[in-house]
């Protein structure tokens, strides 16, 4: 079976969660506990999966995004005993049906990425309780920080994209290189000389605006914020408004977890054959909506370019405006997932030891979690570091002068 196939080369290649896995084996430290997840389900998640049966738990899970479930990954998982309620290219309908379905079981502890099933749990399913929850990526954070300074959130959170070893390596040099992968996956175009405009430059923009220029693209920096803004510029970036780097772009990749980052103003303002991408969690980045009503002629040209034409112009757009590394890709990088997924189980366990102790509010990871995260991928990679010595520890917490 390919998704089984694809699970087990993930598995050789998530040598931190593999040892977090033989733990849980061992310890059991969330035995009879049942887990709702809503993740992009392929490979990398089903280790985590795995990882969190091995623990003891019960597992009930579905995707987080209509389009990026990879259905021999969720065969192989249902083919195992999973209660696994994802397919590729649900309906809206269907999507939340399924995120409903988890939700109906009633979880324990939920694994989110984005909150649309936090989000469930707070309006249609509040008869039960809920441990406490992990959120992986910004967008969900977000939403869950929003919730907590409007009072309405009825359980605590891990926001683990928050981790070092969450969002310094995953947001960063993961969505850095799938998100160019899936571009040039779905277009087998160049990047080299091409004008490409990163919208954002947060963890994720500034990784894929590295990427970028690491093809050879000149890349032109878009932002709101005047410290990011300037840190781009630093960098070594152009930075200018949408509407003028519209004029000038060849590739847009949004990533600002943001609404409406390019719009009908912006689209008309495009060159012929302009590539409009995105790399944030929901599809609402790019007006699609408007993209629709503008066009005179709308055609597929390619498995995951949809070509349309604008004032006699042709506008190409991936995987229909959603995330463009995991509809037109594989997601991240294995050994970057890795990372993210262990910090994903060893939250889910910190919240079934510490529960009792946790306020309705959204947690950083610890930090001890995430250095031992940290130590075990440079162990994993053969990597040695230097140690501090008495002295040197002494020094830096005496504040005398010359001790």
């Not at 209660?83 to 079981?105: D, F, H, I, P, T």
């Not at 969002?167 to 996956?185: K, V």
């Not at 103003?265 to 790019?286: P, Q, S, W």
Request: glycine share 8%; net charge negative; with cysteine.
């Amino acid at each position: 079976m390919d998704g089984m196939k694809k699970i087990e080369w993930a598995e050789k290649h998530m040598k931190v969660l593999s040892r977090i896995r033989e733990e849980f084996k061992r310890e059991k430290p969330l035995e009879g506990l049942k887990i709702g997840m809503a993740l992009h389900v392929e490979a990398k998640t089903a280790v985590l999966v795995l990882t969190l049966i091995d623990g003891g738990a019960e597992v009930f899970i579905t995707s987080c995004n209509p389009m990026s479930s990879q259905d021999d990954v969720a065969e192989a998982l249902r083919s195992i005993g999973v209660n696994c309620y994802a397919k590729r290219g649900m309906s809206e309908k269907e999507y939340y049906e399924a995120l409903r379905k988890v939700a109906m079981a009633k979880p324990d502890i939920v694994v989110d990425d984005g909150a649309d099933l936090i989000y469930l749990l707070h309006t249609e399913f509040t008869d039960f309780k809920v441990l406490g929850a992990s959120e992986e990526t910004t967008t969900g954070v977000i939403r869950l920080k929003a919730m907590e300074r409007d009072g309405v959130l009825r359980f605590p959170v891990i926001a683990v994209n928050d981790a070092y070893t969450k969002y310094l390596f995953d947001n960063r040099y993961g969505t850095g290189q799938s998100a160019i992968e899936g571009i040039m996956r779905a277009t087998n175009l160049l990047l080299a000389g091409k004008n490409v405009v990163v919208a954002g430059y947060g963890w994720c923009g500034r990784g894929i605006a590295m990427r970028a220029r690491g093809m050879g693209a000149n890349v032109i920096v878009t932002e709101v914020d005047e410290i990011r803004a300037l840190e781009a510029v630093m960098d070594g970036f152009r930075v200018m408004k949408m509407k003028d780097a519209a004029k000038i772009g060849d590739v847009f990749i949004t990533a600002t977890g943001n609404r409406d980052v390019i719009r009908e103003e912006h689209i008309r303002l495009m060159k012929d054959c302009a590539i409009l991408a995105n790399a944030g969690h929901f599809n609402v980045e790019i007006d699609v909506k408007r993209l629709e009503e503008i066009s005179t002629s709308k055609r597929e040209v390619r498995k995951n370019v949809t070509e349309y034409v604008v004032d006699g112009k042709r506008i190409y757009l991936l995987a229909e405006g959603r995330l463009v590394n995991l509809v037109a890709g594989d997601g991240h990088p294995v050994e970057v997932m890795d990372m993210s997924f262990s910090d994903q189980a060893m939250a889910v366990k910190y919240i079934a030891e510490n529960y009792e102790k946790l306020e309705n509010r959204v947690y950083r990871l610890p930090e001890e979690i995430d250095r031992r995260v940290a130590k075990m991928k440079i162990e994993s990679m053969g990597i040695e570091i230097d140690e501090l010595s008495e002295e040197q520890l002494r020094y830096l917490n005496d504040w005398k002068i010359g001790t």
